[in-house]
C-alpha cells in the first residue's frame, strides 16, 4: 500500500485519521523503500504493542525516529538508554529511574507547582495569554534542570539551549534537521562541562549523580556515557514536557466541562489525563531495525528492515478503544500507547503525568477553566504533536 511516512502534510491538512484508518484496515503493511532499507510502517495496536515488549527483535539501536534512522549505527553497541541493547537498557534503566520517583519526583513537583502558582496567579486577569511562552517552556526547562541535579548558576547557564531543544520543529526538511544538529551539538557540549565539573567536585544529586555512580557491565560510565544520557533524556523529556502541557491545555480549552467535572471530583483527573495522552499522543512515532525475519499479518518482513511505530495510530485503534476517533474521559484508563510498552516503557512517564494532573487540578480547583484567544499553531512535524503557540485566557 502507498504511504509516505515522511509527509508532514498528513499532520498539519487533517489527512492523519482517515489515512490511518485505511492503513489498519489494510491486509498488507505499508513499506516505504526510499532509503537504504525498507522501512514498514506499524499501524494497529497489537503489532506497536509487540514490537515495544520484544526489544530483542525490534531493536532501537539505529535510531528512533524516521529523520535520524541510520542502519549503520545499529552495527556497534550505543551506551545511550533509549538506543542501548536489552541488557545495556535494563542496566541503565535501572541506575536512572531513581531519579525518576520518591524524593526526586516530590522535588520535581515542589518545583512545578511553584512555577504553575506564578502563572496561575499572573494570568487570571482575563487578558489574552501566549500560555507556550508563558507557561509550558519553563515548566519543561525548570522540570529539567531539577531532574538532572544542575546547580542554580548551570540551570541558568543552559535554560536558554534547553529551551531551544524543547521549541525545535521537527518536520524532516534539511532546514529542520540541520537546526536540530546544531541545537543538539550545542547540549551535549554544554551538558558534557557540567559532568566534568560534578565529578571534579565529587557532587552526587540528581541523574547526573547517579550515572556518575552506575556502572555498565561491571565498568564505571565515563564523562561521555553520563552527559550522553543525561542528553538522550532533555532531547526526549523538555520537548515531551513543554508539548504536552500545552497540547492538554488546547483539548481541555474545547471541552470545559470535562474541567468542571474534576473541579467537582479530583478523584477523575488521572483518568482525564490518560484520555489527554490517548488523544494527543505527543511521540506520534519511533523507529526500530529488526535483528531477525519475522511475520506480521501473514507478511514476511526481513532481518535488517526498520520498522515505523505509529504510536498515534495505535491509541485510535477501533479494535482496541470504543469510539476512538471521540475524546470521551470516561474510558477505562491505562491502555494507550503514549509512552510506549513493556521493557520500552518511558522512564519520564510519571514526571509528565504529574505535571498534567497539576496542571488540571490546580486550575480546576481555582474554578478556572482554559479559553482560546486564538486557534493553536501546531507544528508541523511526524514525530512530535507539538504546540507552537496557544493563545488563550484563564476564565472563571
Known sequence: MIFNPRDSSLFTEGKRDAAFSRLRKSDTLAVDRNGPVPIYSLVRYADVERAYK???VFSPCAGLTLDAFDPKVGETPVRMLEMARPQH????????????????????????EEHLDRFLTEATTGEPV????AYARDAGTLMMAELLGLLPDEAERLAPVLGAIGALNVDGSPGSVLQRQKGEFRLLRDLTRVVRAHRADDLSIGLIGLLLRAELEGEPLSDHDVALNCFNVVVAGTGASQHTLAGAAAVWAEHPDDLADVAA??????RLVDETLRWLTPVLHLTRI?????EIRGQRLPRGAGVCLWNISANRDETVFEDASSFEPERPPGRNLAFGAGPQYCLGAEVVRTQLELLLTATAGRGLR???????VWMQSNAIAGVESLPLRLCR
Open 54 to 56: 520484544e526489544p530483542d
Open 89 to 112: 537498557h535494563r542496566e541503565l534503566k535501572g541506575a536512572m529511574q531513581g531519579s525518576f520517583r520518591g524524593g526526586s519526583l516530590a522535588a520535581i513537583k515542589g518545583k512545578a
Open 130 to 133: 501566549e500560555f507556550v511562552a
Open 265 to 270: 471530583d479530583p478523584k477523575l483527573a488521572r
Open 290 to 294: 529488526l535483528t531477525t525475519d519475522i
Open 370 to 376: 482554559f479559553e482560546l484567544a486564538g486557534p493553536p
